[in-house]
């Protein structure tokens, strides 16, 4: 089998023991009010831990992440509500909703699928058994993981997810390998550090379990400063894994996370953040990173993976739409940029549309006025004023909403789109471009567009109408295969990827320290597959009850709950948690009943 470009294994240009010995010297000497005690204890806690899992059998790993399923529901509601009001947000705003399912619905949804992996496992069977696989365009095979059960149908109705191997993988290897580290769970853990993201409250617990169950490697968490309001309510809810020294959760600034990145007790490192954070750590800055590129010589000695975002494009294939249609989908796109007030990694920011699609003008209107009066907001993650200053500089003819605190760029045949396409911006700034053609032309030419131009990998959405994607047949799903990254939203958005975490989340395959683009590697996976390349949500073009034509996926929700403007969102994103943590008929009835009035 292959080694996988996105595997976990140790990158041997990052073994230097004396220089990772220095920079821990260095950074120790820089530490200055941080408690370099507290971090020395939580580290040597962990290195205890590391003995004690390998301890563990599969049996015993499944009934400990059942203990921590019983800890997060009964952080549940506190978690949302501390995620909320950080952000600006209260139980009144209809946008509460969002850090139901951004925080614990996400969680419980990993917690669920890796005790199902474990308890797989345990039994001697494959955690593939039973998932259909077939082949993909260009030598792949792909599985067909979501829905996972039965009620995913339900709740996420006329969603199907997969994942796509690399080229090379074969189904009985992709099924032989399977598992990863639970694979062999009594081979000696190692000690790791996860620099956690500070805009979803979800990715530093999901990361932290991705790297305990694919790489048998407990963790300290250093958490960014945006969450540390969370961090009494983190110990609470993982506190499973804190007693046994599984993982220690520590907080600070720089001087701490440049003491942790050079200490020498960590056998590997995972972050979520920005390709500059990542380089930082990597080569330094200014002159002595430009000093150790040059000489290949990074001032890192660990190995590194990440998670980094990009720009993401959304490729609109024209079609013949109906003015529901062109209104639905605004919606849908005004959500993919506005969700978390545009603070994420997989944010939609690039609209990529034909020039010669006759609804073209009817369709930029809808996206204006979909844009322009989804609800307002607070811009609250760090430094997005300078972001959306640069973007007014950058772009003096934008349209700009909701007191000048989101802007529409739309490049013109004169207008540099660069910045657009290679800034991401991580705030509310929304563009679209316009390439020539129609049908199989215009989208061969959008998927070109986006591999060559825009920065990252991270994830793709395309939005087309059933009779199109029907008419182009094998041209679409190849021009799929061609689209490098490692999440496709099909008539979905990629941030219902990253939220199904039986799917895999990274990259495409290739990044580097050298160029790194939007990371190395993946998490979520909770399969815990090897050789992964990708993963693909495909939803329904049309939601309930206009989803009952004659090609269009069937959907019974009328508006998807994530939607910006969703009337019903916020409880049905509660309802929707609290199924998942209670699983109570009556309550998912209830719920149900409120998405129907969405």
């Known amino acids: 089998m292959p080694t996988p470009a996105n595997s976990h294994e140790p990158a041997s240009e990052l073994k230097r023991p004396s220089a990772k010995k220095t920079a821990a010297a260095d950074a120790s000497a820089a530490l200055a009010d941080a408690t370099r005690a507290e971090l020395d204890d939580a580290i040597a806690a962990v290195g205890s831990g590391a003995r004690t899992w390998s301890l563990l059998t599969l049996d015993q790993r499944a009934r400990l992440f059942e203990r921590v399923r019983a800890a997060v529901v009964a952080c549940a509601e506190e978690w949302a509500t501390v995620a909320a009001r950080s952000k600006g947000l209260d139980e009144s705003s209809p946008l509460f909703g969002e850090e139901w399912l951004a925080g614990p619905y996400a969680v419980l949804g990993a917690i669920d699928g890796y005790v199902s992996t474990l308890r797989a496992l345990a039994r001697g069977a494959s955690p593939l058994d039973g998932v259909k696989t077939d082949a993909a365009p260009g030598g792949r095979v792909r599985a067909h993981v979501f829905p996972a059960e039965r009620i995913d149908r339900l709740l996420l109705s006329g969603f199907t997810g997969e994942v796509w191997f690399e080229p090379g993988v074969s189904a009985r290897q992709a099924a032989d390998s399977a598992g990863l580290g639970q694979r062999h769970p009594a081979g000696q853990a190692s000690v790791g550090l996860v620099l956690g993201a500070g805009n979803i409250t979800a990715i530093p617990v999901m990361d932290v379990f991705y790297e305990l169950l694919a790489a048998n490697r407990v963790s300290v968490l250093k958490v960014n400063p945006t969450q540390d309001a969370l961090v009494p309510l983190f110990e609470r809810a993982l506190a499973p894994l804190t007693e046994p020294g599984f993982l220690r959760i520590v907080r600070g600034g720089g001087d701490v996370g440049a003491y942790l990145t050079r200490h020498e007790a960590f056998s590997h490192i995972h972050i979520t953040g920005s390709a500059t954070t990542f380089d930082a750590i990597v080569w330094g800055t200014g002159a002595e990173a430009a000093r150790r590129r040059k000489a290949g010589d990074p001032r890192l000695a660990t190995p590194i993976t990440a998670e980094l975002g990009g720009v993401s494009p959304i490729i609109v294939v024209p079609g013949r739409w109906t003015t529901a249609d ?193 990371g190395i590697g993946v998490v979520h996976n909770t399969r815990l597959l090897g050789g992964v390349e990708r993963s693909i949500m495909r939803g329904p073009f049309r939601p309930f009850p206009r989803s009952l034509g004659r090609r269009d996926r069937f959907s019974v929700l009328p508006k998807p709950p994530w939607f910006v403007d969703a009337r019903t969102g916020s409880a049905v994103s509660e309802g929707l948690t609290r199924w998942n943590m209670h699983h109570s008929a009556p309550h998912l009835v209830a719920t149900l009943t409120k998405a129907m009035r969405s």
């Open 326 to 518: 062109l209104e639905y989908q605004a919606s849908h796109i005004a959500t993919m940029r506005l969700h978390n007030s545009g603070h994420n990694c997989i944010a939609g920011q690039v609209v990529i549309i034909s020039r010669d699609w006759p609804q073209r003008g009817a369709f930029l209107a809808a996206l204006r006025e979909a844009y322009a009066q989804a609800p307002q907001r607070p811009v609250w993650y760090p430094n997005s004023d300078g972001r959306l200053e640069a973007a007014a500089t950058d772009y003096p003819d934008a349209t700009w909403s909701a007191d000048r605190t989101r802007a529409l760029v739309e490049i013109g045949a004169d207008d540099d789109a660069d910045p657009l396409e290679r800034t991401e911006y991580f705030a509310p700034v929304l563009g679209v471009i316009g390439l020539a053609g129609n049908g199989q032309e215009f989208l061969d030419a959008a998927v070109s567009h986006a591999n060559g131009r825009l920065t990252g990998t991270l994830g793709a959405n395309v939005l087309i109408d059933p009779d199109t994607e029907h008419a182009l047949g094998d041209g679409f799903e190849r021009a799929i295969a061609e689209l490098h990254y490692g999440g496709i939203a099909i008539n979905a958005w990629t941030g219902i990827v990253f939220a199904t975490p039986v799917l895999s989340w990274g990259a495409f395959p290739g990044g580097s320290i050298d160029d790194v683009g939007s």
